[in-house]
């Protein structure tokens, strides 16, 4: 059994530690009700422009069309990872790289081996993983976006997507990124971000065409309407992810608390055995001397 000073010392640490983990779980929960309230009131209507959007690509009438529905052959490939740029939240980071693996070994494998895959890393963990392991692709590193989420940076790496999009540097863009449910629960997904997805009607049944009135023309709206539509989509995935990373690292600050106080009961019991054999030895050693002496 360890010694007295050496339990003490073990005890001190957990103490510390614990409160540290006590001091980022709270961090984390004042984070996590502003992100989870902006995530919250984002999800709707992102949703809801976005299954418009898909209604509106998928019965185009006449002439009208957009750029950003066109499907073609997949040459040059983009996957955009969004990941936390610190750790101890568990497994949420490893889990969206996960899933952009996953996605790349499936999708990506031939523009991957031949070095047509392009990386946009949002959030440093994902950065540090593929710019070690995937050496042979474009690595396009906006690692200090995820510090700051405001509409307006992170429209600009929207915008380049789309225009390289348009401009056939990228034939499909897929976007990898953490969604919230709760503080507890987060998923990893990858979602296919351009060309935008039509609707997938079942073999035999009739396509419903959605009631759309168009003003002033189908054209000039769908100029102006996509790209908004896509603006928004593109935010949503990287407010989910901050949610996310702040629900998953209260999860793992209080579980790791709840184990500090696991450990520190299991110290003070063996600190009170060290100690109860201390005081027995000395004892024993005080009743055999005063025997001896009796002799």
């Not at 996953?102 to 994902?126: F, H, M, P, S, W």
């Not at 307006?152 to 225009?163: A, H, I, R, T, Y």
Request: proline fraction near 2%; include cysteine; charged fraction near 25%.
């Amino acid at each position: 059994m360890a010694s007295l000073k050496e339990v003490r010392i073990r005890i001190a640490s957990v103490i510390s530690t614990q409160q540290i983990t006590k001091a980022m779980k709270m961090v984390s929960a004042a984070k996590l009700r502003r992100a989870q309230g902006a995530i919250v009131q984002m999800r709707p209507y992102a949703d809801q422009l976005n299954k418009m959007l898909i209604n509106i690509l998928s019965n185009l009438d006449g002439d009208a069309e957009t750029s950003f529905g066109v499907e073609r052959e997949i040459e040059n490939a983009c996957v955009v990872v969004v990941t936390a740029s610190r750790g101890l939240c568990g497994a949420f980071n490893t889990n969206v790289i996960k899933s952009a693996v996953a996605t790349i070994n499936e999708k990506y494998a031939k523009q991957r081996d031949n070095g047509k895959l392009t990386i946009v890393c949002i959030g440093k963990k994902g950065y540090d993983y593929f710019r070690r392991r995937y050496a042979n692709c474009t690595i396009i590193d906006h690692v200090e976006l995820y510090n700051n989420l405001q509409f307006e940076n992170v429209k600009s790496v929207g915008q380049f997507l789309m225009d390289g999009f348009e401009q056939k540097k990228f034939d499909h863009i897929s976007v990898a990124y953490g969604r919230f449910k709760n503080a507890a629960m987060q998923f990893p997904e990858c979602e296919q971000f351009l060309p935008v997805k039509k609707l997938e009607v079942a073999p035999g049944a009739k396509k419903a065409k959605a009631d759309y009135i168009f003003e002033p023309s189908q054209q000039q709206l769908l100029q102006e309407l996509v790209p908004s539509i896509l603006q928004t989509t593109f935010y949503k995935y990287t407010l989910d992810t901050q949610a996310s990373e702040h629900g998953a690292r209260m999860t793992a600050m209080d579980k790791a608390t709840e184990n500090a106080n696991e450990m520190l009961k299991n110290l003070r019991i063996n600190y009170n055995k060290a100690r109860q054999e201390a005081i027995t030895k000395e004892l024993s050693e005080i009743v055999g001397g005063a025997a001896a002496l009796e002799a």
